[in-house]
Every structure is written in C-alpha cells, then in structure tokens.
C-alpha cells in the first residue's frame, strides 16, 4: 500500500520531481528521459513507465527553458521508435513463450490476448493508435511481431505513431503548461491525461463483458 501511495504521488507531481530531475542531473537529464521512453516502448516488462502525462510534463518544461524543445522531440521520436522496433522483435524471436502464465502481472496472457484483440481490430492502425494507451502501447509492437507483421508495413505505422505520439503531447505541455490555469492546476492536468489515457481501454473492457460468452 505504501509503494502504491508513493507510486501515485510521483505521478501526480510528476512535474515537480521532473523539475528537481532537471536540476541535478542537467544534460544528463536527456538521457535519462531517452532511457524511459525507450524502456516503455521496448520492454514488455516496464509497461507501467510514466508516458502521455510525462511527455506533457517535459512539454512543459520545454516551455520554462529547462529543457530544449527542438532537442528533446527528435531525441524521444527516436526513442521510441527504437523501442518499437526492439519490442517487434523480441516479439518475432520469442513470440507467446513469454506469455505461458494465467498469473503472471506482467506476463499474462489475458493482456496478450486483449492486445491481439485490439490488433486485429484495428489492423496496422493499432501501432498509432496504441501509441496513446498504457500498457496497448507496450505489447502493441510485441503482437505485430509475433504476427509475423512486415517490418516493413510495422515500421511505417510505428515511425508515423511515434513522431504524432512525442510531438503533439510535448507541444501540447509547451503552449499550454506555462498558462496560470495549468500551472495552479498542473496535479489535475496530469490526472487528466492519465485518465484519458486510461479511458479507451476500461471502455473496451466494460464491452467486452457485456458481449455473450461463445464456445
């Protein structure tokens, strides 16, 4: 319960321990951040990393001068797509070995299934449109290559979400995060995020209980 505590807390006031990040570490703060978009997109065992609330919170420093604006958003693009790609692939070498375990918190086979799911509702579409959901986005790129997805095609949606994924969250923090409204309301602004972030997947599962069980 205490981790939890200190895990929401982190979150909520992710600007203002991002901010004290940026203060002491300086430029390494650059590589750190390329760390954790890269781990998020990458691993299939880090999937609860920080992602759309932490891309706004960079934004927004972005904006106070801490952070450079047109460093900060080729570096991430690259990130992340260099995550997906890894993810793609460890997903074409091991595929659903990883995923033998119906208790397993990370690797479970319901969040593979949910994710095929997805996948094949959405077709290539989902490598963007994952781009903008917990968890969808780790194992997106993980269920392409196990489903012996082109690299090709994978990589023209993956390039095309994570360009849109890092630049439109990151602008967004930038334009709007220096705003008297968000900076008295930052806390708030990113509980937002997460729960948009959040939101499509507890739709489709609140659909997905609501469909008859088939044999």
């Known amino acids: 319960m205490e981790y939890f505590v200190s895990l929401l807390d982190y979150i909520i006031h992710l600007d203002k321990y991002l901010k004290i990040l940026v203060e002491s570490?300086?430029?390494w703060t650059y590589i750190i951040l390329f760390a954790v978009i890269f781990a998020e997109t990458?691993?299939?065992?880090t999937p609860f990393l920080p992602g759309d609330s932490l891309l706004f919170a960079i934004g927004t420093l972005c904006g106070l001068n801490l952070l450079e604006i047109s460093v900060i958003i080729p570096l991430l693009v690259v990130a992340a797509n260099c995550g997906d790609a890894l993810n793609y692939f460890i997903g074409r070498k091991l595929g659903p070995r990883?995923?033998?375990s119906e208790s397993s918190r990370i690797f479970n086979k319901k969040h593979l299934t949910k994710t095929t799911k997805f996948y094949e509702k959405y077709g290539g579409k989902t490598i963007i449109i994952a781009r903008f959901?917990?968890?969808?986005?780790?194992?997106?790129p993980f269920v392409a290559g196990i489903g012996?997805?082109?690299f090709n095609k994978f990589a023209m949606f993956s390039i095309a979400g994570g360009i849109f994924w890092i630049s439109s969250?990151?602008?967004l923090g930038y334009f709007f995060g220096g705003l008297?409204?968000?900076k008295n309301n930052m806390s708030l602004v990113i509980v937002a995020i997460v729960i948009i972030s959040i939101l499509p997947g507890i739709v489709e599962y609140i659909k997905s209980k609501r469909e008859p069980v088939t044999d």
């Not at 990458?42 to 065992?45: A, K, W």
């Not at 959901?133 to 997106?140: H, I, K, L």
């Open 25 to 27: 570490m300086g430029m």
């Open 42 to 45: 990458g691993l299939v065992v």
């Open 98 to 100: 990883l995923f033998n």
């Open 133 to 140: 959901m917990p968890f969808v986005r780790t194992f997106a």
């Open 148 to 150: 012996k997805m082109s």
């Open 169 to 171: 969250l990151s602008l």
């Open 180 to 182: 008297d409204i968000v």
